[in-house]
């Protein structure tokens, strides 16, 4: 629970900072026409997508992270890409959740295993992982060394 709820805050002040500056700054979209917002500083959908990257990245480390960054660069390419905003725009959006999730994550550390009285052996732990089927289906798996 303790995962989540950082990265519950640092999403929260992500997104909360984000429209606050699209608010105040009012700056125009590439492709901005009269009577359109002008909302595009920072980018919203970048910074999201950055924000669950930077979370894996400070939990879990850069390498777990490689896949969620591959995918939420290719989101700040598409909307520089469609003209929905300028590289700035986009640099305000993985700028912004990366400054939080510095803030506010920590590493994850697995706990030791529990010693109860009178119980458990030396060496024995258990871990539970979520897994995925080749037809896509989900579940939880477990495994317990002893």
């Known amino acids: 629970l303790e995962g989540a709820a950082r ?3 640092a999403h929260t002040a992500t997104r ?4 606050a500056l699209k608010r105040y700054t009012k700056r125009k979209r ?3 026409q009269p009577g359109d917002t002008r909302d595009a500083f920072p980018s919203s959908h970048t910074a999201h997508v950055f924000s ?5 990245h400070r939990r879990y480390g850069l390498e777990q992270a490689f896949i969620p960054y591959a995918l939420a660069s290719f989101t700040a390419y598409t909307r520089i890409h469609s003209k929905m905003h300028s590289w700035q725009d986009v640099a305000g959006g993985i700028l912004i ?7 506010f994550t920590k590493k994850y550390v697995p706990e030791a295993p529990s010693r109860k009285k009178g ?3 030396s060496g024995e732990t258990t871990e ?6 080749p037809e896509g289906g989900f579940g939880l798996g477990f495994k317990i060394d002893f």
């Open 52 to 56: 669950a990257a930077a979370f894996i």
């Open 128 to 133: 539970f992982f979520p897994h995925i089927t």
């Open 30 to 32: 590439p492709n901005w």
């Open 119 to 121: 119980g458990g052996r």
């Open 7 to 9: 990265m519950l805050m």
């Open 16 to 19: 909360h900072t984000v429209y």
């Open 97 to 103: 959740p990366s400054i939080y999730h510095f803030m």
